[in-house]
């Protein structure tokens, strides 16, 4: 694979090392975590089950529309940067700048906020074990994980990844016996989508509402766009990964709120349980105790730490490659981007769990800190939507204005214009959404907690825009030149094939 000169002061070459299964299943462990499997109950309990069908079916759109957006820039464009350096190149170099940290931010917020979770988990078994030493253990894990290789962190997503998929095609199997009296007692069908109020319960604001939780849960999808950057055939890899997302979306998300419904009616005072510490309480374990798994409890319980570690190991990932591609492109230090021998982002990768390590100690010297830091981040995954459909807008534009042919796109999105128009809209009503009744109640404190992200979004913004003097690029100047700036590739060592 050609190679390309990388800037000044960075050092070592990016390994495209992730083969086609890592990236698939990346993608498909990515839809799958603990919103699916704790909280997609509470989405049930309040807007009732075809609520709930309705919100996850229209955020499954939205984000099927994102992913076919990124993968057209993705296949065209592998960068380890993603949607924030498409950001730079295609809108506005303050835009990208405002979207990388946004990003790292979340990121960086969301391990410690993981590693905590995997401590409560713990305590499950071991309850007479301090949480922290849990905690500190996934810490230190991950950051082993992602210290070796792009390899090793490829293979531990592969198999996490795999874990959660056969929990959840179990539970389906073991869902679809008990609706139909085959396990668990008599049939009971879809009685509970027409019980009391259910279909619908608490109309369209309800539905609204469900759209934050349902769009929580998908978040991670868009990792597939940063790991093309290091995967072996992008071209191949990332394609495939993101036509099965459609799938996925309606064979994990889907028919998962389906089952549920079909079992536990909307009433049901355990679908609103949103603590992982008391995990007697997921729909998934009452399912499978209802089928006469006694085992549950703790398979379950496995199976969600399992999701946690998963998150915290992508989320670590995730952050160091924005943070070594926010050094390429000029906006943070230029050690950030020196690679070792090995093709690890070393420098990023440090800084990144340095400051997670950092903002986990917070919770026990101000916990309130602490709080605020974990809703700094609440939006975050939502803006950075925002950035991927407001790029595909511009780059489709701009590749056609200067007279290139989209057949020639090694993937093209078969819905443009409507895909990313659809997921922008979208994406501005949740941000918007997000707490409505703290500003019905003028609650300050509230509506500062809620939209703290975006805030910050917008004085990064400005900030750059102010002081470089930046300008929306136009159409005929984008830079559609597929080589990476400040990025170096090599080819996949021989015994990594």
């Given amino acids: 694979m050609a190679e390309t000169s990388h800037s000044d002061g960075a050092s070592g070459h990016i390994k495209r090392s992730l083969k086609t299964r890592h990236l698939s299943m990346i993608a498909l462990g990515g839809t799958i975590g603990t919103g699916l499997f704790i909280t997609s109950g509470e989405a049930i309990s309040t807007a009732g089950p075809g609520g709930a069908l309705i919100a996850y079916v229209v955020m499954g759109m939205m ?13 065209y464009m592998p960068l380890t940067g993603s949607f924030s350096a498409y950001a730079t190149k295609f809108i506005d170099p303050a835009l990208g700048f405002a979207m990388g940290w946004n990003y790292w931010l979340n990121w960086a917020v969301t391990i410690p906020v993981e590693a905590t979770t995997a401590g ?7 309850p007479e074990v301090p949480q922290w030493i849990f905690s500190v253990t996934v ?16 293979e531990t997503e592969y198999w996490l990844a795999l874990v959660k998929i056969v929990t959840v095609v179990v539970f389906l199997i073991v869902g679809v016996a008990i609706i139909f009296g085959i396990m668990g007692g008599h049939a009971v069908g879809v009685s509970n989508f027409h019980y009391k109020k259910a279909p619908f319960v608490g109309g369209i604001p309800a539905i609204i509402s469900i759209f934050l939780i349902a769009g929580f849960s998908f978040q991670g999808t868009e990792l597939v766009g940063i790991t093309a950057g290091e995967a072996a055939t992008p071209e191949v890899s990332v394609s495939k990964a993101i036509r099965s997302t459609f799938w996925r979306i309606l064979i994990f998300y889907i028919c998962t709120i389906f089952v549920i419904a079909c079992i536990l009616p909307y009433t049901d005072k355990n679908l609103l349980n949103q603590d992982v510490s008391n995990i007697t309480m997921s729909p998934f374990t009452i399912v499978f105790k209802r089928a006469g798994l006694a085992v549950a409890a703790s398979v379950m319980n496995a199976v969600i730490l399992t999701a946690v570690i998963s998150s915290a190991n992508s989320g670590l990932y995730a952050s160091t490659r924005m943070l070594f591609s926010q050094a390429r492109e000029g906006y943070a230090w230029r050690f950030f981007g020196y690679v070792n021998k090995r093709g690890i982002p070393i420098y990023a990768l440090l800084g990144t769990m340095i400051v997670s390590c950092l903002i986990y100690l917070t919770q026990f010297i101000g ?4 709080n605020y830091l974990i809703s700094a981040s609440g939006l975050c995954g939502f803006i950075a939507w925002l950035g991927i459909a ?5 780059f489709r534009r701009a590749y056609v204005s200067q007279g290139r042919d989209i057949n020639d796109l ?10 990313p128009i659809f997921a922008f809209i979208l994406c501005f009503i949740v941000i918007c ?11 300050w404190q509230n509506i500062a907690i809620s939209y703290m992200s975006v805030p910050i979004f917008l004085i990064l913004f400005i900030y750059y825009k102010v002081r470089y003097k930046t300008h929306v690029i136009p159409l005929d100047k984008v830079d559609l030149s597929p080589s990476t700036k400040g990025e170096k590739y090599v080819a996949p060592d021989d015994e990594d094939k």
């Fill in 63 to 75: 984000v099927y529309f994102l992913m076919t957006s990124l993968g057209e820039m993705a296949t």
């Fill in 139 to 154: 810490l230190a894990l991950i950051f082993l994980i992602n210290y070796l290789s792009v390899r090793s962190y490829g």
């Fill in 120 to 126: 409560i988990i713990m305590n499950y078994w071991l």
């Fill in 367 to 370: 916990p309130q800190a602490y």
């Fill in 433 to 443: 959404g997000q707490n409505v009744d703290a500003f019905i109640k003028w609650d």
């Fill in 390 to 394: 407001a790029s595909h807008w511009r």
């Fill in 410 to 419: 090694k993937y093209k999105s078969s819905f443009f214009p409507f895909g």
